[in-house]
């Protein structure tokens, strides 16, 4: 009763701050279609130099049929048989549907939603629920099997065993998408007599659980041009319920609170998670503020998984000129760990970003990303020795140019991308072993005659990875493409053919070289609206510069369709 009285004085209180929401409109319905697809296929296949990766002569039939229904339900089915194998999907494994009228949504058979970060948060259950959105009122309820009893035995001793996980969770809010508040609750238990007696070893350690949340999330326009986000929670999680239980009175209020809903035991903990923000936004420009802190362990049943254990601080702002066409955004926070101050080092991070977009004209554009990754750990409750302080730096940047011309026949276009990633490692002991770079660039042409559908690609290519020890690889070469479209699009062909050359620099300063030749045809010939054939030949050299790793592929497909 107390439970109830809190969610409702809690609800009334919220309710005068907020706009008002206008219901969403009433959703067309759809006759029941069938659509699907029949392929057949025959083919060759001849390897040297490696084993067989597929049959000599692959045959085949394959086939798919999607049944749509009102609501947006879509049920595929498809098949494949052939001398490579043969299978079946359905959907029928985790089938779930979530038809829409107006402001109200049922939930019903395998479903995944969230309501919120730190409660219900995108874990699947079996089960139903509904939400109902009626004006400004938000109203949630799900309640279904989050886990299913799997049952282990020692022939099998790598099944991981689980008990059967009921549950259920509640939404009640006011206001709008872009301005509410919303409480919530999410109550989930283990069964303990769903599965056998559970052998325990130093690896696998499985009891039946109990978790209570309740949090609150929510999305305020305080005063013109502020927002402000909240998501926090606070979860009593039992890591098992077969402890003994402990008496209430005189323990944290919330466990007081909550003491008809959920036991307190022994192998109770009580812990709290919070993500705030406070952002300004004006026409061209906008910053905002962010905060994080999860503490040591903290769970919730309606989520796979958490990073626990941590606080952090972020700003991120951004800011668009000249007319819309310079555009600028980044962000930058820090992050640490060892919030018990329990642990032997305490980790910290810093993570920055900038992403810069000039376009002056719709011809001509460029971007640029640059991100900062830094990790160091201080000392926790032990001194961190030298030899093996983690201390690293992670740089990255890129840069994306291009440059068009197009009339009403042909566009040509020109592209130049430049990538470098460094990883530093400040740590004197260890750089040695740790420290690489990495560069990309890549050079590229493309052209397209709009009538004759006739187009041409050409890309050159440039990789080097520096390592640690002195290795080192180079990879660069060009890629040729050429397009064609015949007998008023009717058939359509594909020639592509690349070649790299490869350089290979071993720890003890050997070079090897290699090459890798790729080449494809394609062709596809359209017989009607609904009747197709395909032709495709592919032919792969490798040779990595040692004997043992020279090999080549040759395959060709003949394919015929048709669809409904």
């Known amino acids: 009763m107390r439970f109830l009285l809190l969610f409702a004085t809690c609800w009334s209180c919220l309710t005068s701050s907020l706009l008002a929401q ?44 999607t049944v749509s229904l009102p609501g947006g339900i879509s049920l595929p089915f498809s098949a ?24 109200a949504t049922v939930h019903a058979g395998y479903r995944n939603v969230s309501f919120s970060p730190f409660t219900l948060a995108g874990h699947t259950f079996l089960g139903g629920g509904f939400e109902l959105n009626p004006g400004k009122l938000r109203l949630g309820a799900v309640y279904g099997r989050f886990n299913k009893a799997i049952s282990t035995n020692l022939a099998e001793p790598d099944i991981l065993p689980a008990y059967q996980r009921t549950g259920y969770a509640l939404k009640l809010g006011y206001g709008k998408p872009t301005n509410y508040v919303d409480l919530l609750m999410l109550r989930a238990k283990d069964d303990s007599s769903s599965i056998a007696s559970v052998p325990q070893s130093a690896t696998q350690t499985v009891t039946p659980a109990e978790n209570l949340v309740v949090g609150v999330t929510s999305r305020l326009l305080m005063i013109k041009h502020f927002v402000v986000e909240l998501d926090a929670a606070v979860s009593a999680y039992t890591r098992d319920v077969r402890s003994s239980e402990v008496s209430a009175e005189g323990r944290n209020a919330v466990t007081r609170l909550f003491g008809r809903l959920f036991t307190a035991r022994i192998s109770t903990q009580l812990t709290q998670a919070t993500q705030a923000a406070i952002g300004y936004r004006t026409k061209n420009a906008g910053i905002k503020l962010q905060y994080k802190r999860i503490d040591p362990n903290f769970q919730t049943m309606g ?12 700003v991120v702002p951004n800011l668009t000129v000249l007319k819309g066409k310079l555009r600028i955004s980044g962000s930058y926070g820090i992050q640490f760990d060892n919030l018990a101050k329990n642990k032997n080092a305490r980790t910290g991070r810093s993570i920055g970003s900038l992403i810069v977009s ?24 032990r001194p961190v020795i030298d030899t093996v302080r983690l201390a690293q730096n992670n740089f990255s940047a890129t840069v994306n140019t291009r440059y068009t011309i197009q009339n009403e026949e042909t566009v040509n276009l020109f592209t130049l991308s430049a990538t470098r990633q460094q990883l530093s490692d ?46 080192q690889t180079k990879f660069y070469g060009p890629t040729l493409g050429l397009t064609k479209a015949f007998l008023t699009n009717k058939l359509s062909t594909a020639l592509n053919a690349s070649y790299l050359l490869n350089q290979q620099t071993t720890q003890t300063g050997e070079s090897l070289n290699g090459q890798i030749i ?39 497909t003949l394919g015929y369709g048709i669809t409904f």
Request: proline residues 4%.
């Open 22 to 65: 206008t219901d969403s409109p009433t959703p067309t319905t759809k006759p029941v279609k069938v659509s699907g697809g029949l392929n057949a296929y025959a083919g060759f296949y001849s390897a040297n130099g490696l084993a067989a990766r597929n049959q000599p002569s692959p045959v085949g039939l394959s086939g798919s049929v």
């Open 80 to 103: 494949v048989l052939g001398n490579q194998g043969n299978s079946f999907r359905q959907p029928f494994n985790q089938f779930g549907v979530s038809p829409t009228y107006k402001w």
């Open 303 to 314: 989520a796979y998984y958490f990073q626990s254990d941590i606080e952090s601080y972020a």
């Open 358 to 381: 000039y376009n002056p004209a719709t011809k001509v554009g460029i971007d640029l990303q640059l991100s900062n990754y830094g990790i160091s750990q201080q000392a926790g409750i």
């Open 426 to 471: 400040l740590n004197q002991h260890t750089a040695v072993f740790t420290n690489n770079t990495n560069t990309n660039l890549n050079l590229g042409y493309f052209y397209q005659r709009v009538k004759t559908g006739l187009g041409a690609n050409l890309l050159v290519s440039y990789t080097q990875a520096d390592l640690a020890l002195g290795m």
């Open 518 to 556: 790729n080449a494809s045809a394609n062709a596809g010939y359209q017989l009607g609206k609904r009747q197709n054939f395909s032709l495709q030949l592919l032919y792969l050299n490798a040779n990595t510069g040692l004997a043992e790793q020279r090999y080549n592929e040759f395959r060709g």
